[in-house]
């Protein structure tokens, strides 16, 4: 079967690094995805990643290891507007994606 | 970027109106849109996949006489809503996938919130 798992909610400092994580099974895969979602407002794609390994893309990286079923979403010098939800999936063999729930992001000062 | 325009942003309207959504890609032909549903505090749920000529494919679950989407050129995916219900309040988001370069990405529009009276 598939699924995919991802914490239901974090909390950071200002400044301060987080990484999200996102687990996964499926058997056939085209792709892992990451999207940010404010309040009320549609998901943003942030990043994808198709290969092992990191991606980095200004503050925000992400890696992938398909082997274990596995990708992060790493945020640096955390702002307070990085507080959202942050929407993992992957693309299935149908090309079709399957979302997490997502994790929500609190920002402290 | 691609750009996906969704319209209206609100709605609010009495119990048994029939809405409609319109989504437009912008800058890029949509060979492939979906249409999303999302409740408060909750993940996107796929209510269908809107195929540019053919005929949606709907998720199990959704009635595809409610909810009818309209795919009639490559830049353009309808959905509405039919007789709807205060039930059927929600955030409904469209997304498209860029036909042309083969790209896999799904650009999402603003979002619909629909309320019903």
């Known amino acids: 079967g598939q699924n995919i798992d991802q914490p239901t909610e974090m909390t950071a400092t200002e400044g301060a690094i987080v990484q999200i994580n996102c687990t996964y099974q499926?058997?056939?895969?085209?792709?892992l995805f990451w999207y940010q979602q404010h309040a009320g407002e549609a998901p943003t794609f942030l990043s994808y990643?198709?290969l092992d390994g990191l991606e980095e893309k200004g503050r925000f990286s992400s890696f992938l290891s398909r082997s274990k079923g596995y990708s992060y979403l790493l945020l640096k010098e955390l702002q307070m507007k990085d507080s959202a939800s942050y929407l993992c999936a992957f693309m299935d063999s149908n090309y079709q994606l399957i979302w997490g729930a997502g994790t929500k992001l609190i920002i402290k000062p | 970027g691609a750009v996906v325009s969704q319209h209206p942003s609100r709605v609010i309207c009495k119990s048994g109106t029939s809405v409609k959504i319109e989504c437009r890609s912008l800058?890029?032909?949509?060979?492939?849109m979906f249409w999303y549903r999302q409740f408060p505090k909750q993940s996107l749920m796929l209510m269908a996949t809107?195929?540019?000529?053919?005929?949606?494919?709907?998720e199990q679950g959704v009635e595809k006489d409610k909810f009818l989407i309209n795919h009639a050129s490559l830049t353009l995916s309808t959905l509405t809503v039919t007789s709807a219900h205060p039930e059927d309040s929600s955030f409904y988001i469209c997304s498209a996938r860029d036909g042309g370069t083969g790209h896999l990405t799904q650009h999402f529009g603003d979002g619909t919130r629909l309320s019903i009276l």
């Open positions: 809107s195929n540019e000529g053919s005929k949606a494919t709907y």
């Open positions: 990643n198709v």
């Open positions: 499926t058997s056939g895969f085209n792709g």
């Open positions: 800058d890029f032909q949509a060979t492939t």
